[in-house]
């Protein structure tokens, strides 16, 4: 197998699976304003598939979900109100309706009372290696950048 047949194939890979799945659960005793969810490493994105919120609390209190990296503003994707007397709100999204991050973004929540939460995650956006490895009857990497000390078949190999 060529490769960019791999390639072709970890990308497909990657649609169909849209990446690692996580389910993030946490909790705030109180109101907290862009509280870090998930955090991810380095060029990582993540998607979020679902949640589910509770609270202790009887009255409604507030919670919104978002993407934010550093000091950016906040990417808002769900805000609503839960309380213990009304149960928990659970949203599931359908496959199209996923809420997607920026690499780097981590997931978080604002709220004004008390909040639980499990969301429903997937970590995608793997790193690409540096440069390019010919493959002899290939076009995919015609014309591009690639470092000749890992050229072909001499990758992996010292010179001598």
């Not at 920026?102 to 995608?124: F, K, Y």
Request: charged content about 20%; proline content about 4%.
């Amino acid at each position: 197998m060529s490769l960019s047949q791999k390639i072709k194939s970890r990308l497909l890979q990657d649609v169909i699976n849209e990446g690692l799945k996580i389910a993030a659960t946490g909790t705030c005793g109180g109101a907290v304003t862009d509280q870090v969810i998930f955090a991810l490493p380095p060029m990582r994105a993540v998607i979020v598939c679902g949640f589910t919120l509770t609270t202790p609390s009887n009255t409604a209190v507030l919670v919104s979900l978002g993407f934010k990296k550093g000091s950016n503003p906040t990417k808002t994707f769900f805000s609503g109100y839960v309380s213990n007397s009304g149960g928990p709100i659970s949203v599931n999204y359908q496959l199209g309706d996923w809420y997607r991050g920026d690499t780097e973004e981590a997931v978080v929540v604002t709220t004004d009372g008390a909040a639980g939460w499990t969301i429903d995650t997937r970590v995608t956006q793997d790193p690409t290696i540096t440069g390019y490895i010919e493959h002899e009857g290939t076009s995919l990497h015609a014309g591009r950048a690639y470092f000749p000390d890992q050229n072909g078949m001499k990758r992996g190999e010292s010179e001598v």
